[in-house]
């Protein structure tokens, strides 16, 4: 056999390339290139829509963040002392740790709450479909038609349903003004945001148990394991992909919630339900100080870079 024989290899029978033979991009290099101005073209009218409509407002955001506004006087530039007057108002620091209890207790009760329930539906998928159908329609439903729902069932008279149930079970005592008591208010906008935002994790979660293969739970049941071993060594591990999207996507809408609190509370009462988000709103829409409001505007957009861009880095990590 001849060397040039040797270090040619001949192609399959199928025309693929023999073992050891360099395979070529699918795609060259010349033909990319020349496609590129067009993939470019279309890109245009969405580059230039996303600019004036993101880009453009987030720059001019953060250029008013080092101006002091107030009403129609001339803006003054001051640097950082927006920032600086933030940190040491008492109010922003009790939003922050207001917008830090309601963020962590609507993600762990919406996710938690989506996760079990879709590991028990997943043992009936037919049965429970107009029960997961329920739940989801919940997640469609604007947040401020959710504030105005839970208005009606929060009220502290007898016309409250959740006060009337109390009062049925013979337990006036524990009735309360629910949305009117600072001791409670934060815990009852966290139930009412909570449910609007179980829909979602239901969906995804009951999606990774789906995913799981059906030879496992079936061995399992052949081994004698019950519903809830099945549901704690099977079930919740191998779900745990679709419990981190749900818990992202919660964690983001939780941080920016703006419509239920400004339906339920308007941030009271004595400020006790403000957070980030409606902090922003009463300092630039009402108070009219447009540079402190905007300089709130930008800590809420590092705290939602801080929470996206670990989740967005570890996806496209697992993409490759």
């Known amino acids: 056999m001849s060397v040039g024989n040797a270090a040619s290899p001949k192609p399959t029978s199928l025309g693929l390339p023999a073992r050891g033979e360099r395979r070529e991009p699918f795609v060259a290099r010349g033909q990319w290139l020349r496609d590129a101005p067009i993939a470019w073209l279309l890109l245009f009218p969405v580059l230039i829509l996303f600019g ?36 040491a108002d008492p ?43 329920m739940i989801f329609s919940a997640f469609g439903v604007s947040e401020a038609v959710t504030g105005y729902m839970w208005i009606t069932m929060l009220r502290p008279d007898s016309g409250g349903l959740v006060n009337s149930v109390i009062r049925l079970f013979g337990f006036p005592d524990f009735a ?17 945001a909570s449910w609007g935002a179980a829909g979602l994790p239901l969906m995804l979660c009951f999606a990774s148990v789906q995913a799981i293969p059906r030879n496992l739970l079936e061995a ?9 071993a099945i549901m704690r060594h099977i ?17 983001l809408n939780a941080l920016r919630a703006f419509d239920v ?27 009219f100080k447009l540079g402190y409001g905007a ?20 996806r496209t990590a697992e993409a490759k």
């Open 91 to 133: 109010a922003f620091r009790h939003t922050l740790q207001t917008t830090l209890i309601f963020t962590l207790g609507t993600t762990i009760i919406a996710v938690g709450v989506g996760w079990i329930v879709a590991m028990l539906c997943a043992f009936a998928p037919r049965q429970t479909l107009p029960f997961r159908v």
């Open 52 to 87: 004036i409509a993101v880009v453009f407002p987030l720059i001019d955001t953060i250029r008013l963040s080092f101006y002091d506004i107030k009403g129609l006087a001339p803006p003054k530039y001051i640097g950082i002392g927006n920032y600086t007057k933030l940190f």
């Open 235 to 251: 079930m919740a591990p191998l779900s745990l992909p679709g419990v981190r999207v749900a818990t992202f996507i919660t964690l």
């Open 220 to 228: 399992a049941y052949m081994d004698g394991a019950r519903p809830l």
């Open 261 to 287: 609190i400004y339906v339920l509370t308007g941030g009271g009462p004595v400020r006790s339900t403000e957070t980030v988000g409606y902090f922003m709103y009463r300092e630039s829409m009402t108070q």
């Open 295 to 314: 300089a709130a505007t930008v800590i809420l957009l590092v705290a939602v870079l801080v929470v996206s861009i670990p989740a967005i880095i570890q």
């Open 176 to 192: 309360q003004p629910w949305l009117g008591d600072p001791n409670t208010a934060l815990g009852a906008l966290i139930v009412a």
